[in-house]
């Protein structure tokens, strides 16, 4: 089956400071790369997703970046805010999504 | 829209009980997701129905635990007997497979506790 990991699995930055969080995962027919956000005691929240056809996307301060021969891909956060303090789960699919173990990110004002 | 729906929000029992979880999904969603989320074992996929029908349970834990999607707007899950250690928040989601509609739609949880 699917083995995802992220990395790293906790982030402390400073706001306004970028944060990076990567995947790695194992199956080569995954074609759908979402990312999830979830805040204290709240559902996960799609927060961007990306297809294997193409190698970045951008939304406003996120973006996603894939590597499918290297099977990973990666969470961008520019200019952070400590409204995005919360676990980011990476979630590689078709269809039945493996989520990753999550990564929790902090950021202090 | 209302999103996915999720009852009760909070369940507290005792070991041994039935527990019936419910969840009606986004309407128009074709594929739905029982997942458990623990500490320790992160947020794991129990099972999915497409079209309510069973694609894969590989994820259900042990014969206690069994769902059910009788039409296209509700699912069960259901834990009999249930043990301390199926403490959990358990959550559905629901989304439209077709095309590039793959986002996954959560409901807002099951917090169950087992005493």
């Known amino acids: 089956g699917e083995n995802v990991e992220q990395h790293p699995s906790t982030l402390s930055v400073q706001e306004g400071d970028s944060a990076v969080i990567k995947c790695t995962y194992s199956?080569?027919?995954?074609?759908?790369f979402p990312w999830y956000k979830q805040e204290l005691g709240k559902r996960p929240q799609l927060i961007i997703d990306?297809?294997?056809?193409?190698g970045e996307k951008k939304d406003q301060r996120i973006a996603v970046t894939l590597n499918k021969t290297a099977k990973h891909f990666s969470l961008h956060i520019t200019e952070t805010q400590p409204e995005d303090s919360a676990v980011y789960f990476c979630?590689?699919?078709?269809?039945?999504?493996?989520f990753g173990t999550g990564t929790r990110l902090q950021v202090f004002p | 829209d209302a999103g996915v729906i999720q009852s009760p929000r909070h369940e507290v029992t005792e070991m041994g009980q039935e527990v019936t979880l419910r969840c009606k999904p986004i309407?128009?969603?074709?594929?739905l997701f029982w997942y458990r989320q623990t500490m320790m074992r992160g947020l794991e996929l129990l099972i999915y129905?497409?079209?309510?029908?069973?694609?894969?349970d590989s994820g259900m834990p042990e014969d206690r635990f069994s769902a059910k999607m009788p039409n296209a707007s509700f699912s069960t899950l259901k834990i009999q007997p249930s043990e301390p250690r199926d403490s959990a928040v358990y959550f559905c989601?629901?989304?439209?497979?077709?095309?590039?509609?793959?986002?996954?739609?959560f409901g807002p949880g099951t917090r169950l506790l087992v005493l």
């Open positions: 979630a590689p699919g078709p269809d039945k999504l493996i």
């Open positions: 129905f497409n079209n309510n029908v069973p694609i894969d």
């Open positions: 990306i297809r294997s056809n193409v």
């Open positions: 309407s128009g969603h074709n594929s």
């Open positions: 989601a629901s989304s439209l497979l077709a095309g590039d509609q793959e986002t996954q739609y």
């Open positions: 199956d080569s027919a995954s074609n759908y």
